[in-house]
């Protein structure tokens, strides 16, 4: 008798192959068996009218902090995510010694917006190297599966000292070869691999830029070749590539030399809306040429969310509305209906920027600034922007976007699509999405708490994809996209398809009612931290080693989870 058994849903198993009625049996937390009617089991789940398939698995998170405190790491586990894999973009907290405690917390806080004094109070610090911080997290009760990665910043940090706070010094060879060695340290304990960044975006609470920005080809080969001795882990790395062709070259000679897998970061800025199609014509010459590559991408655009529960908003920095920042939410929403302090900010905004300026400027332009709405539109057209609405209302766009801000008790959120967006359409996702050398990560679950909520990708995947778009994708494809492929970029070949042997980490999707709900700020973090919490509807059961972790969007409490530490071996994506 099996432990479990899903009977009679629609089973896309995550293969890519065609979908069919199956029933899905569990024993030990793995997949035992899929086809018809399979034997009896202690307990049995109704699948009749859903879809069953392997739990989605997210590659580009920053919980590495959250992981210390909520044992259901939200909010991806709303999203039928079953593992995440954290450590991106270079920054983390190990390896440590206790003078870069506080460091270490201010460039997470600049560079991925988690609040400083949330992760003083929630982290213990119970760790110095990379293999005590895994053992660490591992003693913790999780719902969900969560991997570690190495963080470029923090190793050279504790290799460096101070002068590692420095992008423009140089690592000693000394250094280099040390850091090497922690590095196969790392993943010979089970970080999934090493991250970096170099991208002027990534900066200190106080402004500095990240260590690791202008990194040099000796420093990063020495790095890689502590993976490659340790023969386990991939690259992942995000990257301006203001000179794109002089510096993927040296990305390719460090991948060339290491023989392990780099995946990068692709989105399209409004700068440069062709610069995403070279970089992915790189990597199809890397990988045409038996280099390993990889393109991690977006499921919509990227957006910022304004909002006066946020800093982020169009009026920030206006003198009239500073003079009530810090006040508790509400008495900042009734403030704003006093006509007279309304008048101020409305004239010291056109003031300060000018009709050009408004109309021309990512985050504070209202011509790309939106209504998010409920449901969520994420693809709004160019009519509906606040600039738009403003000319047929004949009212100023500075004054619409306040108003907007104020409906729903001040909550109302305002939608800018910063990244994917620039021609107001969503073909350029869809042909990174269908590109072959990519995969869909970058929805940061855990960061930009308060401006950002794009751990929802995987739902927008299913939902807008494969049913809400003009000329929808077929699942199978969708759902092997975020499961087996995204496990496969970071060698994790026990998961991510309903085959027996397989870790049986399952969703249950009422396709039909499969919505991505509007994002709401809560401060639910620690010392009162606030953050954007996003749920969904139409997930009805997610399992993970066979465990019922979530009902209807609900945690059953239970907490199967566990630390995932990578294999050795080769890479996993061919």
């Given at each position: 008798?099996?432990?479990?058994?899903?009977?009679?849903?629609?089973?896309?198993?995550?293969?890519?192959?065609?979908?069919?009625?199956?029933?899905?049996?569990?024993?030990?937390?793995?997949?035992?068996?899929?086809?018809?009617?399979?034997?009896?089991?202690?307990?049995?789940?109704?699948?009749?009218?859903?879809?069953?398939?392997?739990?989605?698995?997210?590659?580009?998170?920053?919980?590495?902090?959250?992981?210390?405190?909520?044992?259901?790491?939200?909010?991806?586990?709303?999203?039928?995510?079953?593992?995440?894999?954290?450590?991106?973009?270079?920054?983390?907290?190990?390896?440590?010694?206790?003078?870069?405690?506080?460091?270490?917390?201010?460039?997470?806080?600049?560079?991925?917006?988690?609040?400083?004094?949330?992760?003083?109070?929630?982290?213990?610090?119970?760790?110095?190297?990379?293999?005590?911080?895994?053992?660490?997290?591992?003693?913790?009760?999780?719902?969900?599966?969560?991997?570690?990665?190495?963080?470029?910043?923090?190793?050279r940090a504790y290799v460096m000292g101070e002068r590692g706070a420095d992008h423009t010094e140089a690592p000693s060879a000394d250094e280099i070869a040390e850091m090497a060695r922690l590095a196969s340290e790392a993943v010979t304990a089970g970080?999934?691999?090493?991250?970096?960044?170099?991208?002027?975006?990534?900066?200190?609470s106080d402004g500095r830029l990240t260590p690791t920005l202008t990194a040099t080809f000796d420093e990063l080969r020495g790095i890689a070749r502590g993976l490659r001795s340790a023969n386990a882990g991939v690259i992942e790395l995000v990257a301006d590539f203001d000179d794109l062709e002089t510096e993927f070259a040296m990305l390719r000679r460090v991948?060339?030399?290491?023989?392990?897998?780099?995946?990068?970061?692709?989105?399209?800025?409004?700068?440069?809306?062709?610069?995403?199609?070279?970089?992915?014509?790189?990597?199809?010459?890397?990988?045409?040429?038996?280099?390993?590559?990889?393109?991690?991408?977006?499921?919509?655009?990227?957006?910022?969310?304004?909002?006066?529960?946020?800093?982020?908003?169009?009026?920030?920095?206006?003198?009239?509305?500073?003079?009530?920042?810090?006040?508790?939410?509400?008495?900042?929403?009734?403030?704003?209906?006093?006509?007279?302090?309304?008048?101020?900010?409305?004239?010291?905004?056109?003031?300060?920027?000018?009709?050009?300026?408004?109309?021309?400027?990512?985050?504070?332009?209202?011509?790309?600034?939106?209504?998010?709405?409920?449901?969520?539109?994420?693809?709004?057209?160019?009519?509906?922007?606040?600039?738009?609405?403003?000319?047929?209302?004949?009212?100023?766009?500075?004054?619409?976007?306040?108003?907007?801000?104020?409906?729903?008790?001040?909550?109302?959120?305002?939608?800018?699509?910063?990244?994917?967006?620039?021609?107001?359409?969503?073909?350029?996702?869809?042909?990174?999405?269908?590109?072959?050398?990519?995969?869909?990560?970058?929805?940061?679950?855990?960061?930009?708490?308060?401006?950002?909520?794009?751990?929802?990708?995987?739902?927008?995947?299913?939902?807008?994809?494969?049913?809400?778009?003009?000329?929808?994708?077929?699942?199978?494809?969708?759902?092997?996209?975020?499961?087996?492929?995204?496990?496969?970029?970071?060698?994790?070949?026990?998961?991510?398809?309903?085959?027996?042997?397989?870790?049986?980490?399952?969703?249950?999707?009422?396709?039909?009612?499969?919505?991505?709900?509007?994002?709401?700020?809560?401060?639910?973090?620690?010392?009162?931290?606030?953050?954007?919490?996003?749920?969904?509807?139409?997930?009805?059961?997610?399992?993970?080693?066979?465990?019922?972790?979530?009902?209807?969007?609900?945690?059953?409490?239970?907490?199967?989870?566990?630390?995932?530490?990578?294999?050795?071996?080769?890479?996993?994506?061919?």
């Amino acid at each position: 008798m099996f432990d479990v058994v899903i009977r009679g849903g629609k089973v896309i198993d995550g293969s890519g192959g065609a979908p069919g009625v199956a029933d899905v049996a569990i024993e030990g937390g793995r997949i035992a068996e899929v086809g018809a009617d399979v034997g009896g089991a202690k307990r049995e789940i109704d699948a009749s009218g859903l879809l069953v398939t392997p739990g989605f698995v997210d590659v580009h998170t920053h919980y590495d902090g959250q992981v210390s405190w909520d044992p259901y790491i939200t909010p991806s586990s709303f999203h039928g995510v079953t593992t995440v894999v954290m450590g991106n973009c270079g920054v983390g907290f190990a390896p440590v010694r206790p003078d870069t405690f506080e460091w270490l917390i201010a460039l997470m806080e600049g560079v991925e917006d988690i609040p400083g004094s949330v992760l003083s109070e929630g982290i213990d610090w119970a760790w110095e190297g990379f293999p005590a911080y895994l053992d660490a997290i591992e003693r913790i009760p999780h719902a969900i599966d969560f991997a570690a990665q190495l963080p470029h910043a923090a190793l050279r940090a504790y290799v460096m000292g101070e002068r590692g706070a420095d992008h423009t010094e140089a690592p000693s060879a000394d250094e280099i070869a040390e850091m090497a060695r922690l590095a196969s340290e790392a993943v010979t304990a089970g970080a999934l691999g090493f991250t970096t960044s170099r991208t002027v975006n990534h900066r200190a609470s106080d402004g500095r830029l990240t260590p690791t920005l202008t990194a040099t080809f000796d420093e990063l080969r020495g790095i890689a070749r502590g993976l490659r001795s340790a023969n386990a882990g991939v690259i992942e790395l995000v990257a301006d590539f203001d000179d794109l062709e002089t510096e993927f070259a040296m990305l390719r000679r460090v991948a060339e030399e290491c023989g392990r897998l780099i995946s990068i970061s692709i989105l399209q800025d409004i700068e440069d809306p062709e610069k995403w199609k070279r970089l992915l014509a790189l990597i199809s010459d890397a990988c045409a040429a038996g280099v390993p590559m990889r393109g991690q991408v977006s499921t919509r655009p990227v957006g910022a969310m304004l909002s006066l529960h946020s800093w982020l908003h169009p009026f920030m920095g206006v003198p009239s509305f500073r003079k009530i920042e810090g006040r508790p939410h509400a008495e900042i929403v009734r403030a704003l209906g006093d006509p007279t302090l309304r008048a101020a900010i409305l004239a010291e905004h056109a003031e300060a920027t000018g009709a050009a300026n408004v109309e021309n400027t990512i985050i504070t332009g209202f011509s790309h600034m939106f209504e998010l709405g409920d449901p969520p539109e994420y693809y709004p057209s160019p009519e509906a922007s606040v600039a738009a609405r403003a000319r047929r209302d004949a009212v100023p766009p500075a004054q619409l976007a306040l108003d907007l801000l104020l409906l729903n008790g001040g909550t109302q959120p305002l939608y800018v699509p910063v990244k994917n967006y620039a021609e107001f359409n969503s073909d350029v996702t869809q042909a990174m999405l269908e590109h072959p050398h990519t995969v869909p990560g970058l929805g940061d679950g855990g960061a930009h708490c308060t401006i950002i909520s794009d751990a929802s990708f995987p739902t927008t995947l299913l939902s807008h994809w494969g049913r809400d778009h003009r000329d929808p994708l077929p699942l199978e494809w969708l759902v092997k996209r975020h499961t087996n492929d995204t496990a496969s970029l970071v060698g994790l070949g026990d998961r991510g398809r309903l085959e027996p042997g397989l870790r049986a980490d399952v969703n249950l999707i009422d396709f039909d009612a499969l919505q991505v709900l509007p994002p709401r700020m809560v401060a639910d973090l620690p010392a009162g931290g606030k953050r954007l919490l996003q749920r969904a509807e139409g997930y009805r059961a997610t399992l993970v080693a066979g465990e019922v972790v979530f009902e209807d969007g609900e945690p059953t409490g239970a907490l199967p989870g566990t630390l995932v530490r990578g294999a050795r071996g080769p890479l996993g994506p061919s």
